[in-house]
Nanobody, 129 residues
Framework: QVQLVESGGGLVQAGGSLRLSCTASGRTAGHYTMGWFRQAPGKEREAVAVISYAGGRTYYTDSVKGRFMISRDAAKNTIILQMNSLESDDAAIYYC??????????????????????WGQGTQVTVSS
């Protein structure tokens, strides 16, 4: 089993920044692609940013391109989501997710929530106008 713990959410004014962190623990000896999803009230869960295990391949949903950046520290089993120029539409619960992959798929990433087995508890991001 893999446990994911997120941190870094909170309240920020529109235009401000937040940095979310997610650390994996437990059975982390394998390869994992990881990412951030979010869900706002009344909306479906969406992939915000995803990063491959190797190769640094990333995906961003259109609304955050140029404002958010995902990175990973493999040695620390941690991914970071740097969120800049936050807007009211960014307010949501942000979830970290992880999926174990094979050695042949280390450059792949996945953007469907159903592709991920492990999830964090979520961290609230609130943006005030």
């Amino acid at each position: 089993q893999v446990q994911l713990v997120e941190s870094g959410g909170g309240l920020v004014q529109a235009g401000g920044s937040l940095r979310l962190s997610c650390t994996a623990s437990g059975r982390t000896a394998g390869h994992y692609t990881m990412g951030w999803f979010r869900q706002a009230p009344g909306k479906e869960r969406e992939a915000v940013a995803v990063i491959s295990y190797a190769g640094g391949r990333t995906y961003y949903t259109d609304s955050v391109k140029g404002r958010f950046m995902i990175s990973r520290d493999a040695a620390k089993n941690t991914i970071i989501l740097q969120m800049n120029s936050l807007e009211s539409d960014d307010a949501a619960i942000y979830y970290c997710a992880a999926r174990e992959i094979t050695a042949l798929s280390t450059r792949n990433y996945y953007i469907r929530g159903n592709d991920y087995k492990y999830w964090g508890q979520g961290t609230q991001v609130t943006v005030s106008s």
